[in-house]
């Protein structure tokens, strides 16, 4: 049977009542998940995983992506709104979209997040259905110096785009590498940087730190400020739809975000974190308007959210063709599978056709879902900000304090998120980026095993870092992004025909 025959049949298994309804509940609780910053999808299907074995393995795994696509799409409210992000994958969507909120312009950036993301999740998914055995084998293209010089290109780039200073980047990017070796060493065994305290063994959470630095920081800051004033901020003054300016500077967007985000979700230790990252620095060099990024620029909502939707496809193509989980979602299905007696690989599409087929197509349909649900409801989300701010703030700890408890129902990891809390809050008063602490935070541990494995290989030779084109290519881009804008600055600085020793020469 064609690819088009066997999607035709999952259509046929996703269009069951009891489907659809998995989809549909899936769809309203992962975007609920994706609301509430400390939870998303991996724990939500890690703790659902007992509740569905009754269930059908169709039924379930449809439930599951319905779960996975929602709390993409329920991410952004809160970053746009509050500032917040409920998933790694929409931090960048905090940077723009809060200052659209705060300039009465948030509806307009929800209703961007959720067209791009149903833009970008039906191309992932199109992707998906017909070229996922080709661009599976990009998992076998890439070595480990590959993956490290596209990390080491991921650092240099947010440290240079982020913030107002490239310095304090770096410096924010250099916090979060050092957060990513706390913890026992994976190849030695060795504790690093635990202080003889058991409960930092396992490393720092990376939830913790997003709502630590994200949320936290952000109250504390905002509560040093003083007593809030009335400023008569109206959240739609700036309408409650798209304009057509608003269509214009986000179409393209869209297609570069879905264009990123895709093939570096199939990646492994890709994930929905890179791309994003890579959208909003490549949205802030292409922007006919730059000078806005930092205080509300539309692309830099559209860009991030395609992409963190279509990576969210991407992340399902290792999974099902080649068994590999690419991020800690995908492990959580991958275990799922396995309670079902199920292995995900090529001889999944053979024995289990009516299953991969009918998830496939439920994607299709969970994103019809998501936008239908999401997209009228913008202006009633953005309403959320005309809430005192004492109220509103008070229930975002209240979430934090959930999510984190959740989590590992730990004192230790409480008292860790509000020393975290203290040093978000010392970051956004000296204007220091949060993002690239995240960002150390969460490739720092990949791009050291990746570079272990590289100098193994290699009997400890440095030169193997360059040794392919394409990692010769990748950490050539990230010295070109390092050297370049300091060395035209100067160059540009300089006067014409300034020559310092014009002074000492002795006049004819």
Not at 68 to 76: C, D, F, I, V
Not at 365 to 378: E, H, R, S
Not at 463 to 483: E, H, Q, R, Y
């Amino acid at each position: 049977m064609s690819t088009l025959d066997l999607l035709l049949h999952g259509f046929g298994v996703a269009f069951q009542p009891i489907n659809l309804l998995m989809a549909f509940i899936g769809s309203l609780l992962g975007t609920a998940i994706g609301v509430l910053p400390g939870i998303g999808p991996a724990l939500t299907i890690a703790l659902l995983m007992p509740v569905t074995t009754s269930l059908e393995p169709a039924s379930a795994f449809i439930m599951f992506a319905g779960i996975l696509y929602g709390a993409m799409y329920g991410g952004s409210t809160t970053s746009i709104l509050l500032n917040t992000p409920g998933e790694s994958g929409s931090m960048m969507t905090a940077l723009e979209g809060n200052q659209m909120a705060r300039r009465g312009r948030g509806a307009a950036a929800l209703a961007t997040a959720a067209i791009g993301s149903f833009v970008a999740g039906t191309i992932g998914t199109l992707a998906l259905s017909f070229v996922a055995p080709a661009v599976s084998e990009l998992a076998f293209i890439f070595g480990p110096e590959d993956y490290f010089a596209l990390m080491v290109l991921s650092f240099t780039t947010i440290s240079v785009v982020l913030g107002n200073s490239p310095l304090r980047g770096a410096i924010a990017v250099a916090v979060g590498l050092g957060l990513g070796v706390i913890g026992i060493d994976a190849q030695t065994g060795q504790s690093r940087l635990t202080f003889g305290s058991l409960d930092l063994l396992d490393g720092i959470p990376f939830t913790i730190v997003l709502v630590s630095l994200f949320a936290v920081g952000e109250i504390i800051y905002v509560a040093s400020r003083g007593p809030e004033r009335s400023s008569g901020m109206n959240p739609l003054s700036g309408g409650i739809w798209m304009t057509k300016e608003d269509w214009k500077r986000s179409w393209k967007p869209w297609l570069r975000g879905t264009a990123l985000g895709f093939p570096i979700g199939v990646l492994p230790a890709g994930g929905s974190e890179i791309p994003t990252f890579l959208s909003y620095a490549v949205e802030k060099r292409l922007s006919k308007h730059p000078e806005e990024f930092g205080s509300g620029a539309i692309e830099g909502v559209a860009g991030p959210e395609a992409a963190n939707n279509a990576a969210a496809a991407g992340i399902l193509v290792p999974l099902l063709t080649l068994g590999l989980p690419t991020s800690a979602t995908s492990a959580i299905l991958l275990s799922a599978f396995q309670g079902y007696g199920l292995q995900p690989g090529p001889l999944l599409f053979v024995n289990n056709a009516e299953l991969v087929w009918g998830l496939i197509a439920s994607l299709y349909i969970g994103n019809f879902m998501l936008i239908v649900l999401n997209l009228p409801l913008a202006g009633m989300w953005v309403r959320l900000l005309m809430i005192p701010r004492p109220q509103l703030y008070a229930g975002i700890v209240i979430f934090a304090l959930v999510g984190v408890w959740g989590l590992s129902t730990s004192w230790f990891d409480l008292l860790l998120m509000f020393s975290m809390g203290l040093l978000g809050y010392a970051m956004r008063l000296y204007d220091f980026p949060a993002a690239p602490v995240l960002i150390g935070l969460i490739l720092g541990p990949m791009a050291e095993q990746q570079l272990r494995r590289a100098l193994a290989i290699s009997q400890g030779d440095p030169v193997a870092l360059v040794s392919t084109p394409i990692s010769a290519t990748l950490l050539g881009l990230a010295l070109c992004i390092v050297v370049l804008p300091p060395l035209l600055r100067t160059l540009a600085r300089r006067p014409a025909g300034d020559d310092r020793y014009a002074a000492s020469r002795p006049t004819p």
